[in-house]
């Protein structure tokens, strides 16, 4: 059994956090792990966001979401205008959320895609 977790990286090149979900977590949990990392991150609306859920088994409710496009919003002020948020993923509910997604996240554009070569060619094509 894996342990259940967010596994993070920052590609500089391409100025892209990388979050992965792995494992049966909660979704106010993993969260509090993605908030917890950002924090760490100087200027973290500068970065797009490459989430990658294939290994993730848990459940994320949509409050977790809205709460955490909440904390997003106050952190980011609006500085994350014209970044990407592209989504790793063949969980169909992952694709029915992208409009709560970009509501949650206005600034941003998203994306969901079945690779991860899909979502990198993404965030590089639609790059300025």
Do not use: C
């Not at 924090?39 to 949509?62: C, K, M, N, S």
Request: charged letters at 30%.
């Amino acid at each position: 059994m894996r342990h259940a977790r967010v596994a993070f990286s920052i590609d500089e090149l391409r100025k892209t956090i990388i979050l992965r979900y792995i494992g049966d977590i909660t979704g106010d949990r993993l969260y509090a792990q993605v908030l917890e990392y950002i924090h760490t991150v100087e200027a973290p609306w500068l970065y797009d966001f490459l989430v990658d859920t294939r290994r993730f088994d848990g459940v994320i409710q949509a409050a977790d979401t809205e709460n955490l496009g909440r904390l997003w919003a106050e952190l980011a002020q609006g500085r994350d205008a014209g970044r990407r948020i592209a989504v790793v993923s063949s969980d169909p509910l992952v694709r029915a959320r992208k409009s709560l997604r970009d509501a949650i996240f206005p600034h941003r554009t998203s994306g969901v895609f079945d690779t991860m070569d899909e979502a990198l060619e993404w965030l590089e094509t639609t790059a300025e």
